[in-house]
Nanobody, 115 residues
Framework: QVQLVESGGGLVQPGGSLRLSCVVSGSIFSFNAMGWYRQAPGKERELVAIIIRGGTINYADSVKGRFAVSSDNAKNTVYLQMNSLKPEDTAVYYC?????????WGQGTQVTVSS
């Protein structure tokens, strides 16, 4: 059973930074892709950033230049560094992993950007 556990969410002022962490059970190398999605109230879940096996990284246009996704394979952890946060970044952020055609999700962590 694949488990993903996120942490690092919270309340931050506009312009601030947060780093989300996602610890996954098992080796990151066993997954086809890992990444972050978010869902704001009343909106559909959307891709934020994803690392595809082989090293390709994709970002949503809305976060390019502000967010950075990375992984620490030794710690089985994926990170999302979020800088220059805006109120429109407010959402529940979910870690995701794809393995053998199956999608796995964490429980989500709330990020609120407000003054």
């Amino acid at each position: 059973q694949v488990q993903l556990v996120e942490s690092g969410g919270g309340l931050v002022q506009p312009g601030g930074s947060l780093r989300l962490s996602c610890v996954v059970s098992g080796s990151i190398f066993s997954f086809n892709a890992m990444g972050w999605y978010r869902q704001a109230p009343g909106k559909e879940r959307e891709l934020v950033a994803i690392i595809i096996r082989g090293g390709t990284i994709n970002y949503a246009d809305s976060v390019k230049g502000r967010f950075a996704v990375s992984s620490d394979n030794a710690k089985n952890t994926v990170y999302l560094q979020m800088n220059s946060l805006k109120p429109e970044d407010t959402a529940v952020y979910y870690c995701s992993a794809i393995q053998a055609g199956n999608w796995y999700w964490g429980q989500g962590t709330q990020v609120t950007v407000s003054s």
